[in-house]
Nanobody, 116 residues
Framework: QVQLVESGGGLVQAGGSLNLSCAASGNIFTISTMGWYRQAPGKQRELVATFTVEGSTNYADSVKGRFTISRDNAKNTMSLQMNSLKPEDTAVYYC??????????WGQGTQVTISS
């Protein structure tokens, strides 16, 4: 089992910044990939940014150049720095991981709201 807990969401004006954090605990040694997803009202959950198995990063086109994913292996945390935020970035943001045993885990989500 892996537990994921997000923090850092909130309400900001367009053009502002937020930093989301995800703390992982449990059988973290089984994690193969980690990333961030989001789900806006009435829409499907979508990929925002992830670390691949090889450790490289992958971003959705809509956030490239504005968002940066990072991780601190010593602290078992992953972050998402979000700059130049737009109203269309409004969503619930979820931390995700996949394990070598092909299990998928999700955090509880954190709300990000961008006002115009």
């Amino acid at each position: 089992q892996v537990q994921l807990v997000e923090s850092g969401g909130g309400l900001v004006q367009a053009g502002g910044s937020l930093n989301l954090s995800c703390a992982a605990s449990g059988n973290i040694f089984t994690i193969s990939t980690m990333g961030w997803y989001r789900q806006a009202p009435g829409k499907q959950r979508e990929l925002v940014a992830t670390f691949t198995v090889e450790g490289s990063t992958n971003y959705a086109d809509s956030v490239k150049g504005r968002f940066t994913i990072s991780r601190d292996n010593a602290k078992n945390t992953m972050s998402l720095q979000m700059n130049s935020l737009k109203p269309e970035d409004t969503a619930v943001y979820y931390c995700n991981c996949n394990t070598r045993g092909y299990r998928v885990y999700w955090g509880q989500g954190t709300q990000v709201t961008i006002s115009s």
